[in-house]
């Protein structure tokens, strides 16, 4: 796996988001490396280590679902579709969150699945335009989206506090 190469100074000097962000960047790309050879996404996420796979399903749901209450409804529904992916993303809050970032995703778990959006890949039929026709769903995202920009900090802060405890994990320093 290729790592950022940073001298200490500029490992030392990054805020959290941009240290999370610059030792995402070659997890990501090594990722659409991947897939666009048509290779094993599984097998690339089970060759991160541990600290990689917190920070990169984080980063990719992250990523995602900070553009709008819309995007967090479809992103958490493909996630739910996927159950490795879900667990896996459920960990991460678990383990670099606080309670509250964990039982929110338990929340919209719960709320997606009693509402049939559960479903496989296979049948994924999910729209975000599914939100302008449903008040609970709109009602429902826009209050997990508000809560979600303030759980989110927390892991940023989080994974960073790792990253700098960890750094052989996610950099070559020079």
Known sequence: MSMVQLNRHEFNSLDEMSLGTTCFEPLIQAFKEVRMRGGDERTFYEGLSEGQQQLFIFRVYYNHVHHSPEELFWWSAYFLAQPPRWL???SSFRVHGDDKAAELLEEIESFLTARGY????????????????????LNSFSDYYDRLQKHTEVIHQRLAQYIRSHPDEFVDLE
């Not at 479903?119 to 008040?135: G, H, I, K, P, T």
């Open 118 to 137: 559960s479903v496989s890949l296979e049948s994924f039929e999910v729209s975000r335009s599914d939100m302008a026709e449903n008040l609970e769903l």
């Open 88 to 90: 896996a993303l459920k």
